[in-house]
Each structure stands twice: as structure tokens, then as C-alpha cells.
């Protein structure tokens, strides 16, 4: 399990522990988890990665490593030898030695194709980090198609969920504070997104592992709800949860990554392919998240 300590990968960590004991992941930095025993420091499987991977012994690898995807993470080196050149190295390691391969992608990949593109749309990535998780998708197909791995590529929507970050991102900053009985500043209540409960995120890459077929080894598949969500109706949400007594304002400029339209995922394919749909409405996503219960 590649990046056991961020949200997404440390949420399927605890998942797949809580199954089985045969479970390692990797850490940025070390941890006092209870799961210690377990635990790999990522620098480590940069420098030394075919030694780990001799000492593990992995039938599969989960990435969830990514860099790039926050407002503050602008080392653009970082970002493609995190993105691009590690996953070369790993691809080229699970090939050799025969590991199935899931990577978490993104729905960036797409970049400003909005509305529902499938998988098979050209893609035109507007930024570094979309570009990098592009050319990680394209490296897939190739490792799925040309060199026969088991892999696959998800590509996720606006995951959220327990244990988030909280800097910089929409759906912590309306639980707290909301908590608070306020709104966290909004932007144009026409902006949408497809939320995706973390779970559900989760039970995307259990589906990937159990039920990819040879003929779509490589290939990506959009993981979201299908449905986008305005800033809008996330506030009146937010206003429902928390009993939050007066109206949201919505005057916070746009950013780079606010762009019109409606923006959500055309899941089709992970239905038909894998068997996965999403089952967390937000509402209910929100509740779990924050611990409210309304």
C-alpha cells in the first residue's frame, strides 16, 4: 500500500488490515502506528525499491502516492518524479516481477473537459500535475497492454471524506466551521463538483483487484458519482447539517481549478467493467465525516 499516510491511501491501509495481516505501506515519514511493524518509509522505496520489494514479496501494489494535487505543492521537479518517473520504476518492478498494479489517478487528467468525458476522450491536462497524472495513465495502458501487467488506472473525482486535510480543502473547511455554526468563504454557488465518498473510493480499488479481466488490463476508469454538486447546495447542505442560522455569502475569488460548467464523472464503464457504483449520498458522507448526526 503506497502512501499509507495520506487520506485516501491511509483510509484503504486501515481497510485492508482490518482483513488481513499481510499488509505493508509506506509512509512519508515515521509513524507510531500500531500497525509499525508494516510500515515502509516511501524514501526508502525510492532509493531501494527492488530490495523492498524482495523483502515483501507483494502480489499487489495500491498507489496512492501523488504530489502535486494541493494549493501548496508547487516544486514542479517534484511533482514528475513523484508522479511520472517513480511509477516508471514501479511499473517496470511489477512487470518483472508479475505484481498486479492499481494507481489512484485523477479526474485532472481530463483538465478543463468537464461534463461527463468518457475514458476514451482525449484528454488535455492544463496544469503540471495534470499532466503528470496523464502521462502515469499513459504509462499504465502501456504496461497493461504491451507488456501484459494486471493494472488499471482509476481516475478519481472531488474525494472526501474522515480524516482529509484540512488546509486548502472545500469539505473540511465546511465541517469546521460549520461546527462553528459559519461557513467557510464560498465561491460562485454555480461552481460544481462530484463529490466522492472516500469508502466508496476505497471500494473502487477492492472491485479493480478482484474483477479486472486481461482484456482491460491498463486501462482507466472514472471513479465518481456521476452527479455534480454546486457550491450552492453544498452550502444549503451545510446550513441543514450544522443548523447553521443565517444565509452563506459567496464572494471568495475563483481560483485556477474553479472553472464553469458542469463538472462530474461519467462512471459507466467502472459499472460495467467491475461491478462498482458509488453508495455514499452526500449528505450521509457529510454526517460520517464530521461525526454530526441530524
Known amino acids: 500500500m503506497l502512501g499509507a499516510g495520506g487520506f485516501i491511501g491511509g483510509r484503504l491501509f486501515k481497510m485492508l488490515r482490518s482483513v488481513r495481516d499481510d499488509v505493508y505501506g509506506t509512509f512519508r515519514h515515521k509513524t507510531d502506528s500500531k500497525h509499525a511493524t508494516s510500515v515502509l518509509l516511501f524514501d526508502d ?63 485532472s487528467e481530463y483538465g478543463d473537459i468537464l461534463d461527463a468525458p468518457l475514458e476514451s476522450t482525449p484528454r488535455k491536462p492544463h496544469t503540471h500535475y495534470a499532466v503528470s497524472k496523464s502521462a502515469a495513465s499513459d504509462l499504465i495502458q502501456f504496461f497493461g497492454k504491451y507488456r501484459d501487467l494486471r493494472c488499471c488506472n482509476l481516475r478519481l473525482y472531488a474525494v472526501y471524506g474522515p480524516n482529509e486535510p484540512a488546509t486548502d480543502r472545500l469539505i473540511p473547511q465546511v465541517i469546521l466551521q460549520g461546527l462553528k455554526g459559519e461557513y467557510p468563504p464560498f465561491v460562485s454557488p454555480l461552481i460544481t463538483r462530484d463529490f466522492i465518498f472516500v469508502d466508496d473510493v476505497c471500494d473502487a480499488f477492492f472491485c479493480a483487484a478482484t474483477r479486472l479481466e486481461p482484456k482491460h ?63 455514499t449520498p452526500l449528505l450521509s458522507g457529510l454526517r460520517e465525516t464530521s461525526g454530526t448526526h441530524v
Open 45 to 107: 522505496l525510492q532509493q531501494h525499491a527492488r530490495a523492498v520489494i524482495e523483502a515483501t514479496k507483494p502480489s499487489t501494489i495500491f498507489d496512492c502516492i501523488a504530489y502535486g494535487g494541493y494549493i501548496n505543492q508547487t516544486d514542479v521537479p517534484r511533482i514528475y518524479q513523484t508522479n511520472v518517473t517513480t511509477k516508471a520504476q514501479l511499473l517496470e518492478l511489477a512487470s518483472e516481477y508479475k505484481i498486479a498494479y492499481y494507481h489512484a489517478g485523477s479526474s
Open 217 to 279: 488490463y491498463g486501462e482507466s476508469f472514472n471513479i465518481g458519482t456521476g452527479y455534480e454538486t454546486s457550491i450552492g447546495h453544498l452550502a444549503e447542505l451545510a446550513k441543514y447539517v450544522f443548523g447553521i442560522k443565517h444565509d452563506p455569502v459567496f464572494d471568495m475569488p475563483k481560483r485556477y481549478y474553479d472553472l464553469n460548467g458542469p463538472w462530474r464523472a461519467q462512471p459507466d464503464k467502472a459499472f460495467d467493467v467491475l461491478g462498482w457504483a458509488h453508495t
